[in-house]
Structures are given as structure tokens and as C-alpha cells.
């Protein structure tokens, strides 16, 4: 995976000017369309993980569902998937558990949305505790 550093090589501009290409500061357009060459030769994609832990924003949606057995919720899922990564953002399907207080690990975004058709009220605590 390539990372800042072999942008910097390949390019000879200075860690920042690359950074704050990224971070959607200005830079000259010489310096732009060497970066984005640079990208697309040695395959870089920013590291969505790494983003989230340096500006404390996840850009990512929950959605917990009691089982993922429901062709109406995977449809709607579908779409607000394809519309929120228009806009950058990910969604994070869970399945849950009727058994109150029990969540899986994995299932970490800033905000949840939940549906449930056995437990409204507990899937609703879960979600407010997040």
C-alpha cells in the first residue's frame, strides 16, 4: 500500500504540500497533477481507517437490524448506500441481538439508525447509549 512517503519520492514535493492536497488545502496545479499522477501510478488511496482516527470522524452510519433476512431492509440499505457514498460516507450493516445489552464489537459509528419489529424499545436503548 502506497503511503505519503513514496508520494514525496515519486513526486519530490514536501510531505505537507501532499498532506494538504489531501486534506482540501490549495495547492499550485503543477504540484496537484503531479499528485494525483503520482496516485494513480502507484495505486495510493487514502486510508479511510486512518482519516477517521486523525479528525475523530468516522463518516460512517450504523444500521442494526435484528436479522439480515429481510429483503425489504437489505433494499433500502442498498440504496442508502449508493446515496451516502455518493457523499463519502460508509454504512455499517449490524446484525443484533434480542438480548439486551449484548453488541457486537465490530459495531462501532458515530450515528445509528435501528429497526426491529420484536423489540423497539430495547433496540432504541441501545442505540441512545451508542
Known amino acids: 500500500m502506497a503511503t505519503y512517503k513514496d508520494l514525496r ?18 495547492v499550485l496545479e503543477e504540484n496537484r497533477v503531479a499528485i494525483e499522477r503520482a ?3 502507484l ?14 470522524k468516522s463518516r460512517t452510519i450504523g ?14 440499505i442498498a ?3 449508493a446515496a451516502l457514498r455518493l457523499h463519502g460516507i460508509s454504512v455499517l450493516v449490524c446484525a443484533g441481538s434480542d438480548t439486551p445489552g449484548r ?18 424499545s430495547m433496540i432504541a436503548t441501545l442505540c441512545k447509549r451508542r
Request: glycine share 10%; hydrophobic share 35%; charged share 20%.
Open 43 to 56: 495505486g495510493y488511496r487514502v486510508n479511510g481507517f486512518a482519516r477517521s482516527l486523525r479528525t475523530k
Open 103 to 120: 453488541r457486537s464489537s465490530s459495531c462501532s459509528a458515530r450515528w445509528w439508525t435501528a429497526s426491529s419489529p420484536y423489540r423497539p
Open 79 to 81: 440504496g442508502a448506500e
Open 63 to 76: 444500521v442494526l437490524l435484528p436479522k439480515l433476512d429481510n429483503e425489504f431492509h437489505l433494499t433500502v
Open 39 to 41: 496516485a494513480l501510478g
Open 9 to 26: 519520492a515519486r513526486t519530490g514535493l514536501s510531505l505537507a504540500t501532499i498532506s494538504k492536497y489531501y486534506n482540501g488545502g490549495n
